[in-house]
C-alpha cells in the first residue's frame, strides 16, 4: 500500500456571516485556495489527478459541482476532474479520506482535498427551500419526530440533548465558548495561524487576512447576558455554538515518493480514518465512537495523541466527548474552534487538518486527531502522523 502524505495546507481567512468575505462568489473564494496551494507548491496543475471538494448547500452558486467549476474559474487545466461531496459538517474531511485513500489504493499520485461554504450567500437549509421534504412518512415514524415538534433532525436540538445527557449547565456550556476565544485570540496575535492563511482580495481592494469572527473582549457577563438562540431551548446560545461562517480550504495529498521526486517535503502521513453513525437525534455524539474507532485502528490509545481537533459544532458536543474520553484540555482545541472561528460547513474539514498540522510543527509533536459531528447522525475521525 502507499504511503499517502500531506505536503500542504492552507485555509482563507474566516468571515463572519454577512462580512468581509460575502461580496466574493463562493466559486471565486475557493479557486483562489486551490490556486494558490498550486502556485505555492510551484506544482504542474496538470499533474493532479483528481479535485475532492466538501460543500454542504449544493445549490444557487455552489450548484452543479462546485469542485469543478472554481478549479476552472481559477484557469487551471481542463484535463483535472472534480467532484463535490456532501457529508454535513465533515464533508472537506471526508474528501481528505477518498483523496488519501486513493493515493493508497493506487488510483491516484497526486490529489487535492478541499471545502467551501459561503453561507452569507448561500444560507445554511438551502437545499430544503424547495417543493417536497426529505423526511418521509416512514423516518417521522422510525424516529417520532412529532415528540420534539420538528419536521426535521435538528442539530440544535441534538446539542441541548447531549448537554442534558451529559448533565452539562449554561455556564459549563458558556465557559467553553469563553475559552475557545480567548484561545483563538493567542493564536491569532502570535502569529499561530499565519502558516495556513490565504489572505483575500476584496472587491474594494483591500485585503482580508484575518480570521473575523474572534472576539478578544468577550467576557463571562457578556456570554450570562445572551438568549438562547432558539425559542423551545434552554442551553443553547450564540456563544456556546459555531458561527455562521464564509470560507474555503485545502490540502495537498500526494504519494510519498512522488513527493520527493519533485522536491516537496512531505508534512504529514496518514495513520487511519473512520466514519460512524449514531442517533440522528441526538445526532452529535458522533465524535466519541469515531475517535474510539479510528484509535482503535490505529493501534493507538488517547495518551499518544499529542493534539486532538474536535470541531466546536457546538460546546456540549467536545464536553460530552470529552467526558468519555478523558482527553487532557490542554491537547483538545488549542488554537480554539468553531465557537470562535466560525464554521463554513464545507471548509471545516480541511480548515482542521491545516490548523492541526501548523499546530503539530509548532508545537514538535507526533500525533494529530481530528473529529467532526454531522448532521443526520454521523461523524467521521483522522489521525495524521507528523514527519
Not at 419526530?145 to 456550556?173: C, M, N, P, S
Amino acid at each position: 500500500m502507499n504511503d499517502a502524505v500531506i505536503v500542504d495546507a492552507v485555509r482563507t481567512p474566516i468571515g463572519r456571516r454577512k462580512g468581509s468575505l460575502s461580496a466574493i462568489h463562493p466559486v471565486d473564494l475557493l479557486a483562489g485556495v486551490l490556486q494558490s496551494i498550486v502556485e505555492r507548491n510551484h506544482l504542474k496543475p496538470e499533474l493532479v489527478d483528481d479535485v475532492l471538494v466538501g460543500c454542504v448547500d449544493q445549490v444557487g452558486e455552489q450548484s452543479v459541482n462546485i469542485a469543478r467549476n472554481a478549479w476552472l474559474s481559477a484557469n487551471l487545466p481542463e484535463s483535472v476532474p472534480a467532484v463535490t461531496i456532501d457529508r454535513q459538517c465533515g464533508s472537506s474531511l471526508q474528501a481528505l479520506h477518498f483523496a488519501a485513500q486513493g493515493v493508497m489504493a493506487g488510483a491516484y499520485d497526486i490529489a487535492i482535498a478541499a471545502g467551501v461554504e459561503s453561507m452569507s450567500r448561500v444560507p445554511m437549509m438551502s437545499t430544503m427551500q424547495i417543493n417536497g421534504s426529505p423526511m418521509t412518512a416512514s423516518l417521522h415514524a422510525r424516529f417520532r419526530l412529532d415528540r420534539y415538534h420538528r419536521e426535521f433532525f435538528d442539530q440544535a436540538l441534538g446539542a441541548e440533548l447531549i448537554a442534558k445527557q451529559w448533565h452539562l449547565t449554561r455556564d459549563d456550556l458558556d465557559q467553553f465558548g469563553l475559552q475557545s476565544h480567548h484561545r483563538a485570540h493567542l493564536a491569532q496575535t502570535s502569529g499561530e495561524f499565519d502558516q495556513e492563511l490565504i489572505p483575500v482580495p476584496l472587491p474594494d481592494g483591500n485585503l482580508f487576512d484575518h480570521d473575523e469572527g474572534i472576539r478578544p473582549n468577550t467576557s463571562e457577563e457578556k456570554m450570562r447576558n445572551l438568549p438562547p438562540a432558539f425559542s423551545d431551548l434552554e442551553l443553547i446560545t450564540a456563544g456556546n455554538a459555531s458561527q455562521i461562517s464564509d470560507g474555503a480550504s485545502a490540502t495537498l495529498v500526494m504519494r510519498r515518493e512522488v513527493a520527493e521526486s519533485m522536491g516537496l517535503r512531505p508534512r504529514a502521513r496518514f495513520v487511519s480514518f473512520a466514519a460512524v453513525g449514531v442517533d440522528p437525534i441526538t445526532m452529535l455524539t458522533g465524535p466519541i465512537p469515531a475517535t474510539h474507532k479510528v484509535l482503535q485502528r490505529a493501534g493507538l490509545d488517547v495518551s499518544q495523541i499529542d493534539l486532538f481537533e474536535v470541531n466546536e459544532a457546538f460546546a456540549s458536543v467536545v464536553l460530552a466527548w470529552q467526558h468519555e474520553l478523558k482527553a487532557p484540555w490542554s491537547r483538545v482545541n488549542v488554537h480554539g474552534g468553531a465557537i470562535a472561528l466560525g464554521h463554513p460547513l464545507g471548509a471545516t474539514g480541511t480548515r482542521i487538518v491545516a490548523t492541526l498540522l501548523n499546530a503539530l510543527e509548532q508545537r514538535e509533536g507526533h500525533y494529530g486527531l481530528i473529529a467532526i459531528c454531522e448532521g443526520g447522525g454521523m461523524a467521521n475521525a483522522t489521525i495524521i502522523e507528523r514527519l
